[in-house]
């Protein structure tokens, strides 16, 4: 659905742009192929037999309520947002339970923060038929061993999906990590070497015989 809708605003933007940007370059022109079109379709409308006037319209009428409804629900789904993703819960006998995807995500980034090293961190869930599909992908700093942050990010992300929201993971969980470059050392400038030039004590003067 959120494809559809990108789709039809930017079928819209263009629409108006293309009016617009007409109208306002050549407006007389503009006005006459407006005018113009508005005199065939009342000629048309004009030549309609009489009893098919009532039917035609009764089709103009359709047209606009489906047109409007079309437009309605769309302006709904804008104002209301996306639909909550919820995720079924495995280990629950006599009933249905689900969890919604922005949970699962906020605990998965919560537990996966606490962890040392790791500056920030993002998940990315997708419900399955066999489960839920897992994506982490999270930023440490330089000193961080990335095999060993890897293995803990595995370990929670098991932890939080299958033993505290009582889920099923569809497949392995993605992993990946940015670790953050070793910040270089800064190096003194060295003085120029004249600076530092050994210069010969002064010689004691002899007395001229």
């Given at each position: 659905m959120n494809t559809f809708n990108r789709i039809v605003m930017i079928l819209l933007i263009l629409a108006v742009f293309l009016v617009v940007t007409i109208g306002l370059?050549?407006?007389?022109?503009?006005l006459i192929v407006v005018r113009g079109v508005a005199d065939n379709t009342l000629s048309t409308m004009n030549r309609v037999r009489p009893e098919f006037v009532v039917p035609f319209r009764a089709l103009l009428i359709l047209c606009?309520?489906?047109?409007?409804?079309?437009?309605?629900?769309?302006l709904l789904l804008q104002v209301r947002?996306?639909?909550?993703?919820?995720?079924?819960?495995?280990?629950?006998?006599?009933?249905?339970v689900?969890?919604?995807?922005?949970?699962?995500?906020?605990?998965?980034?919560?537990?996966?923060?606490?962890?040392?090293?790791?500056?920030?961190?993002?998940?990315?869930?997708?419900?399955?038929?066999?489960?839920?599909d897992v994506e982490v992908r999270l930023e440490t700093g330089a000193g961080a061993n990335v095999p060993e942050k890897a293995e803990q990010v595995l370990v929670i992300t098991r932890q939080?999906?299958?033993?505290?929201l009582g889920l099923k993971l569809a497949g392995k969980p993605r992993v990946s990590i940015h670790a953050?470059?070793?910040?270089?050392?800064p190096t003194r400038a060295s003085a120029p070497g004249h600076l530092f030039r050994s210069t010969p004590p002064d010689q004691p003067k002899t007395p001229s015989a």
């Amino acid at each position: 659905m959120n494809t559809f809708n990108r789709i039809v605003m930017i079928l819209l933007i263009l629409a108006v742009f293309l009016v617009v940007t007409i109208g306002l370059f050549v407006p007389a022109e503009s006005l006459i192929v407006v005018r113009g079109v508005a005199d065939n379709t009342l000629s048309t409308m004009n030549r309609v037999r009489p009893e098919f006037v009532v039917p035609f319209r009764a089709l103009l009428i359709l047209c606009a309520v489906f047109i409007d409804a079309l437009l309605i629900g769309l302006l709904l789904l804008q104002v209301r947002g996306p639909a909550k993703h919820a995720i079924r819960v495995q280990r629950v006998e006599g009933g249905l339970v689900s969890v919604t995807a922005e949970s699962l995500v906020e605990q998965l980034q919560y537990h996966i923060d606490q962890l040392a090293d790791v500056i920030s961190v993002k998940a990315r869930v997708a419900p399955r038929s066999g489960g839920v599909d897992v994506e982490v992908r999270l930023e440490t700093g330089a000193g961080a061993n990335v095999p060993e942050k890897a293995e803990q990010v595995l370990v929670i992300t098991r932890q939080v999906v299958e033993d505290k929201l009582g889920l099923k993971l569809a497949g392995k969980p993605r992993v990946s990590i940015h670790a953050m470059p070793t910040p270089s050392v800064p190096t003194r400038a060295s003085a120029p070497g004249h600076l530092f030039r050994s210069t010969p004590p002064d010689q004691p003067k002899t007395p001229s015989a």
